[in-house]
């Protein structure tokens, strides 16, 4: 019986080179692929299939950020496999901090001109953008929904 192993984010990066990696020492598994975007995963599973012929590939679609996509995936998940013998959680977002040019300009007139530059406190910001459910996007994505699936998935 083939060992089943789903990775989230497995499109691209670390989890497209995770995915290699575990073909390159058991090209018996099952992986499955669960992606945002499932061009990019439909492709990297040709891709896969074309080098690990033996192996068996799937998708499925899920958008860690956004919990109805996470309930249903999991639910479909439930439905598909009896069993997942590893679950690989890589997909996440990076915050893009940009740089406050007012802070720039107000360090450089000030008494702590030596402490904003050598720190850098206040001269990056970034926008924490919240989620359709009311979530910080960067821990939705990176955390709460990757929470949310492991606890459906094993309930």
């Known amino acids: ?13 670390v989890g497209l080179a995770l995915c290699r990696r575990l073909l390159e020492a058991d090209d018996e598994l099952h992986l ?15 891709a896969l299939l074309a080098s690990y012929p033996t192996s068996e590939v799937t998708t499925v679609q899920v958008d860690v950020s956004n919990l109805q996509s996470v309930l249903r995936a999991s639910k479909e998940l439930k ?15 990076m915050p893009n901090p940009q740089l406050n040019i007012k802070a720039v300009f107000s360090g450089l007139f000030s008494r702590k001109v030596i402490h904003v530059f050598s720190t850098a406190e206040g001269l990056l910001t970034q926008d924490d953008k919240v989620t359709a459910d009311g979530l910080q996007e960067v821990f939705e994505t990176n955390v709460f929904g990757h929470f949310i699936l ?3 998935l094993w309930a």
Request: overall charge positive.
């Open 150 to 152: 492991v606890r459906r």
């Open 79 to 93: 439905q598909r496999f009896q069993r997942l013998d590893c679950l690989y959680l890589n997909a996440g977002i």
């Open 32 to 46: 499955c692929l669960a992606c945002r975007n499932m061009g990019k995963a439909e492709a990297v599973r040709a």
């Open 1 to 13: 019986m083939r060992k089943v192993v789903l990775i989230t984010g497995a499109s691209s990066g």
